[in-house]
T-cell receptor, first 113, second 114 residues
Framework: GENVEQHPSTLSVQEGDSAVIKCTYS??????FPWYKQELGKGPQLIID?????GEKKDQRIAVTLNKTAKHFSLHITETQPEDSAVYFC????????????FGQGTRLTINP | NAGVTQTPKFQVLKTGQSMTLQCAQD?????MSWYRQDPGMGLRLIHY???????DQGEVPNGYNVSRSTTEDFPLRLLSAAPSQTSVYFC?????????????FGPGTRLLVL
C-alpha cells in the first residue's frame, strides 16, 4: 500500500529563520497532499494542501511544493514565530482500496526565541 | 458549533476490560473516522464511516468495533483491551470524501491499558 516517509522527526530553528519539512510517497497515483499542524494537547488541524496539478502553493508564510516525478513534497515555513512550534504531519491520498489518507510519522518543530 | 467532541479525555483500563470512546460532531458531516496516534508512527486509520449505517475497516482495525446509527455519533468500542492499544485516539469528520475534504479532528482521548 501507500507509504509516506517524513523527515526530519525533530527540527529546531531560530525565530525568524525558515523551516523545511520533507515527505516522500510511494503510490504514483496519489494526487492530494495535505499538511496538518498539531499543537500540544489538541487534534491536528489542516494548514495547507496541494493537488497534483500544481507544483507550488503559498499561504502567507507557509508554502508547499510538489515534485511528482520524484514523488516528494515539502512544507516551507518562512519568518518562523514561536507559535509555529508544533508537530506537523504530511499525508497523501491513496487510491488503493477505499480512498483514504496515509500520514507521515510527524515532525516536531521547535522555534527558539 | 462545538465541532468534533470526544469523551473521555483520559482513561486507564486493565487488560481485558471493555470500553467505548465517544465521538460526536455537529457539522452534519457525512464522513467520520477514527485514528490512533503512536510515537514515531503518525496517524493510522482504524475504522471509518461514509454515512449513517455504513462502516468500513482502515489500516489497523483489529481489536476495535464501530457503529454509525446517526450522522452525529461514531463510537469506537474496545471489547477486550490490550496493552498494545495504549495510544491517543482521534476522531475526525469531513463533509466530503474521506481523503478529499478537510478533516476536522477532535481533541483526542488518551488511553492507557495496564
Amino acid at each position: 500500500g501507500e507509504n509516506v516517509e517524513q523527515h526530519p522527526s525533530t527540527l529546531s530553528v531560530q525565530e525568524g529563520d525558515s523551516a523545511v519539512i520533507k515527505c516522500t510517497y510511494s503510490d504514483s497515483a496519489s494526487n492530494y497532499f495535505p499538511w496538518y499542524k498539531q499543537e500540544l494537547g489538541k487534534g491536528p488541524q489542516l494548514i495547507i494542501d496541494i493537488r497534483s496539478n500544481v507544483g507550488e502553493k503559498k499561504d502567507q508564510r507557509i508554502a508547499v511544493t510538489l515534485n511528482k516525478t520524484a514523488k516528494h513534497f515539502s512544507l516551507h515555513i518562512t519568518e518562523t514565530q514561536p507559535e509555529d512550534s508544533a508537530v506537523y504531519f504530511c499525508a497523501a491520498r491513496t487510491f488503493q482500496g477505499a480512498q483514504k489518507l496515509v500520514f507521515g510519522q510527524g515532525t516536531r518543530l521547535t522555534i527558539n526565541p | 458549533n462545538a465541532g468534533v467532541t470526544q469523551t473521555p479525555k483520559f482513561q486507564v483500563l486493565k487488560t481485558g476490560q471493555s470500553m467505548t470512546l465517544q465521538c460526536a460532531q455537529d457539522m452534519n458531516h457525512e464522513y467520520m473516522s477514527w485514528y490512533r496516534q503512536d510515537p514515531g508512527m503518525g496517524l493510522r486509520l482504524i475504522h471509518y464511516s461514509v454515512g449513517a449505517g455504513i462502516t468500513d475497516q482502515g489500516e489497523v482495525p483489529n481489536g476495535y468495533n464501530v457503529s454509525r446509527s446517526t450522522t452525529e455519533d461514531f463510537p469506537l468500542r474496545l471489547l477486550s483491551a490490550a496493552p498494545s492499544q495504549t495510544s491517543v485516539y482521534f476522531c475526525a469528520s469531513s463533509q466530503g470524501g474521506l481523503a478529499e475534504e478537510t478533516q476536522y479532528f477532535g481533541p483526542g482521548t488518551r488511553l492507557l491499558v495496564l
